[in-house]
């Protein structure tokens, strides 16, 4: 058996549709984003402007964060040295376990390794300890989320994106008896629209099923706190569960689930995805747990990142560019094909130093390839007019025929 030719058909087929992922080698300047080193070609590095990172809000160069993360180290070193049950329970995790639980008006908090292992393992045991459980998800769910479904052994239903209609259709057309969960994301990453939160719970009521949450591109963006978009609305307290991630807007690392002290007790005691794993280093947690606190006092970042968001969005219609429509501090601009998408970022790096990575399938459905802008609270106005400048030159007609 040819086990090499298989492993290099694989890859051949993903060249061929042009979505092969080539990961740029890169280092923040500390106290200086978005600017960056890039280390991709020969000889030194060069300068270049990062227009697609998920620290959303520089939260990870903030002092604050920093200071604290290098308290943590010198004081209790480096790694956890256990899971949570094994000598991994340190006070740091306590503590940001108690402020993510009041940060989202829950209970209980309950933190993992990262938001795709929150998901992972809440949703797989949920799933197996709810018997009979329908787990109803949103067709756009994130890749984490869907993987818990399956793990959970659950019967899946998936509904029309933020469609309520097809929503309580599915939920009318099951067993009454069957336990109901309905498994959704506030903000969808990759479109920048919005779940109608207490719609959904309106329905969930009706029907008396349980609601879990993603807002893992909310929390730190959205509410007078930072969190969320189910803070904004009101409507946390309608929520099972809310999960979310300590590794975007947070600007740190590691995920969690805020819910009922019994839910958390439930998924703490059975979910292999917390149980058999190392603790989140407590240097992590320290920095998450300064993050956090400032997050919840002050707004300014969130003003300034909605305001350049709002600003790129606007400079890009002016322009005429295909901007998708987005309710929330994302811009994506439509490619729709991945090849093109490779070469418009490609271009924008080589010649103007602008790094947005191209976004292809099976992050989002082929045809829908784009370019995934997150402008942030230090992009100046410069940078946006330049970057549009260049997106202008490189998506106009004739130019685009040159590249094809
Ligand atoms: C990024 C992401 C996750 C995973 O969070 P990590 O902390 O990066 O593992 C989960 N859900 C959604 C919607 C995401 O975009």
């Given at each position: 058996m040819s086990y090499d030719a298989i492993f290099n058909s694989a890859l051949a087929r993903l060249h061929a549709e042009g979505r092969y992922r080539v990961f740029l080698d890169i280092l923040r300047n500390k106290g200086a984003y978005p600017n960056a080193r890039c280390f991709a070609g020969a000889g030194?590095?060069?300068?270049?402007?990062v227009w697609c990172s998920n620290d959303y809000l520089s939260m990870g160069q903030h002092a604050d964060v920093i200071a604290a993360m290098e308290e943590a180290l010198h004081d209790v070193g480096a790694g956890s040295g256990g899971t949570r049950?094994?000598?991994?329970?340190?006070?740091?995790?306590?503590?940001?376990?108690?402020?993510?639980?009041?940060l989202h008006g829950k209970e209980a908090a309950l933190l993992f390794t990262s938001g795709y292992v929150s998901n992972e393992a809440t949703l797989g045991t949920l799933g197996k300890i709810l018997p009979g459980c329908i787990i109803f998800s949103d067709a756009l769910n994130h890749a984490s989320m869907i993987a818990g479904i399956r793990n959970s052994g659950c019967a899946k239903q998936v509904f029309r994106h933020n469609d309520l209609e097809h929503l309580e259709e599915l939920l009318a057309a099951a067993d009454p008896a069957a336990p109901k969960l309905i498994a959704f994301e506030s903000v969808y990453s990759m479109d920048g629209d919005i779940a109608p939160i207490g719609a959904i719970c309106d329905l969930a009521e009706k029907y008396d099923a349980l609601t879990y949450l993603d807002e893992v591109h909310a929390v730190?963006?959205?509410?007078?706190?930072?969190?969320?978009?189910?803070?904004?609305?009101?409507?946390?307290?309608?929520?099972?569960?809310?999960e979310g991630t300590l590794a975007k807007a947070i600007g740190v690392m590691g995920g969690y689930i805020a819910a009922s002290k019994t839910i958390v007790d439930v998924i703490r005691s059975y979910a292999p995805g917390f149980i058999f794993t190392t603790s989140i280093a407590p240097v992590l947690a320290a920095g998450a747990l300064a993050s956090i606190r400032h997050l919840?006092?002050?707004?300014?970042?969130?003003?300034?990142?909605?305001?350049?968001?709002?600003?790129?969005?606007?400079?890009?219609?002016?322009?005429?560019?295909?901007?998708?429509?987005?309710?929330?501090?994302?811009?994506?601009?439509?490619?729709?094909?991945?090849?093109?998408?490779?070469?418009?970022?490609?271009?924008?790096?080589?010649?103007?130093?602008?790094?947005?990575?191209?976004?292809?399938?099976?992050?989002?459905?082929?045809?829908?390839?784009?370019?995934?802008?997150?402008?942030?609270?230090?992009?100046?106005?410069?940078?946006?007019?330049?970057l549009t400048g260049a997106l202008a030159e490189l998506l106009a007609p004739s130019t685009l025929r040159l590249a094809a």
């Open positions: 030194a590095s060069r300068p270049i402007t049950n094994i000598s991994g329970n340190t006070h740091y995790h306590t503590e940001l376990e108690a402020e993510l639980a009041d730190g963006m959205y509410g007078p706190r930072g969190g969320g978009i189910s803070e904004r609305d009101d409507v946390a307290d309608r929520l099972t569960i809310i919840k006092r002050s707004s300014v970042e969130r003003e300034r990142q909605q305001a350049a968001a709002a600003r790129l969005k606007q400079l890009f219609a002016d322009a005429g560019l295909p901007v998708m429509v987005s309710e929330t501090h994302i811009v994506p601009l439509l490619i729709g094909d991945p090849i093109v998408a490779k070469r418009v970022s490609d271009a924008l790096l080589a010649r103007w130093g602008f790094y947005v990575q191209p976004i292809n399938y099976p992050t989002v459905p082929r045809g829908t390839e784009r370019l995934r802008f997150t402008p942030g609270p230090s992009h100046s106005d410069e940078a946006m007019i330049a």
